[in-house]
């Protein structure tokens, strides 16, 4: 069964709108990272943020997490083409081999 | 540096046909991974290798052997292809990042696999 499940599953934006995905999780996690992966291609990691934190930023990305409601979510500001992609959360609930992904929310951004 | 390499990018099966998906990582990481992704059923793993000789089930393991032939290799074999295993398969490798500070998954590009 997944770990996280990202909301919501498709996303259509503007070029230059921000965009945001959430994920939700069901047991104690140790961090979330978020992963993008291209139509055809592998994932690539994006950021990571640690249960202890609760919000973190990298260029256009903006993470948060609320452990209290096992949620976090993904900004990318100011959005562009080349930002189309599918985006995922990951979990680790401790020990890697209990890394689970979510299902995905699929982002178009529109030229 | 080539990173995650996975062979073939495509194939097509019988139902019935054997085949071996292979992998390898060329960055020294002591743990591999075998997913499958079908659509709007995210990542599940099929099995991890901790550490060469030792290989652990997943998520959906059934139909699926794998071999961690060595520190670099990892494939995946599919004895007898059954229609439910079309799907996008992905091997990963675990390494440090971040200044060594936590674990990140390096993926392969994946192999599209269909099953008739």
């Known amino acids: 069964s997944q770990q996280g499940e990202e909301d919501p599953q498709a996303l259509s934006i503007q070029e230059g709108e921000n965009a945001t995905m959430n994920c939700s999780y069901k047991t104690s996690i140790n961090n979330l990272q978020w992963y ?11 950021i990571l943020i640690r249960s202890n934190e609760r919000e973190k930023h990298s260029g256009r990305l903006r993470v948060t997490l609320d452990t209290s ?12 083409a080349a930002d189309t992609a599918s985006y995922f959360c990951a979990t680790d609930s401790g020990g890697y081999q209990k890394v689970t992904f979510g299902t995905g929310t699929k982002l178009q951004v529109i030229p | 540096n080539a990173g995650v390499t996975q062979t073939p ?10 085949m071996t998906l292979q992998c390898a990582q060329d960055m020294n990481h002591n743990s591999m991974y075998w997913y499958r ?28 052997n794998v071999s961690r032939l060595n520190k670099r290799e990892f494939s995946l074999r599919l004895e007898s292809a059954a229609p439910s295993q079309t799907s996008v398969y992905f ?10 500070s936590y ?14």
């Open chain 2, 37 to 64: 992704q079908d659509p709007g059923m995210g990542l599940r793993l099929i099995y991890y290798s901790a550490s060469e000789g030792t290989t652990d089930k997943g998520e959906v393991p059934n139909g699926y």
């Open chain 1, 69 to 80: 409601k096992k949620s976090s979510s993904l900004l990318i500001t100011a959005s562009r």
């Open chain 1, 36 to 46: 993008r992966q291209n139509s055809g291609r592998g994932l690539v990691h994006l």
């Open chain 2, 9 to 18: 990018k495509f194939q097509v099966l019988k139902t019935g046909q054997s």
């Open chain 2, 103 to 116: 674990n990140e998954q390096f993926f392969g590009p994946g192999t599209r696999l269909t099953v008739l």
């Open chain 2, 91 to 100: 091997c990963a490798s675990l390494g440090l990042a971040g200044g060594y």
